[in-house]
């Protein structure tokens, strides 16, 4: 499976940006595709994930702020992230596997996209 992902960039705080992860090369549905993210000299961890059957889980961090959806069709999933805080600042990946959402059950990994939040 390759994961291409986009939609990173620079935005104030309290802004919004939206997250696009293509996956390709896999003949059957991903149970589940979501996002996660690394800060400098942090480790990478779980933002957002949803299930084929669009089941979701959120950080706490992120809770009420951000959205992930899905197009099962196309398995394409999206996170849409408002209320932007300068902490959410870092590398977001997009990642899918059959296994679970946790980071180590993940196994596939889009390229990572850079989320800067600042004034």
């Known amino acids: 499976v390759q994961l291409q992902a986009s939609g990173g960039g620079l935005v104030q705080p309290g802004g919004s940006l939206r997250l696009s992860c293509a996956a390709s090369?896999?003949?059957?549905?991903?149970?589940?595709m979501g996002w996660y993210r690394q800060a400098p000299r942090k480790q990478r961890e779980l933002v957002a994930t949803?299930?084929?059957?669009?089941?979701?889980r959120f950080a706490d961090a992120v809770k009420g702020r951000f959205a992930i959806s899905r197009d099962n069709r196309n398995n394409t999933v999206y996170l849409q992230m408002n209320s932007l805080k300068p902490e959410d600042t870092a590398v977001y990946y997009c990642?899918?596997?059959?296994?679970?959402?946790?980071?180590?059950?993940?196994?596939?990994w889009g390229q990572g996209t850079l989320v800067t939040v600042s004034s």
């Open positions: 990642g899918s596997g059959n296994r679970g959402g946790a980071v180590g059950q993940i196994d596939a």
């Open positions: 090369g896999s003949g059957a549905s991903i149970n589940t």
């Open positions: 949803i299930t084929s059957g669009f089941r979701t």
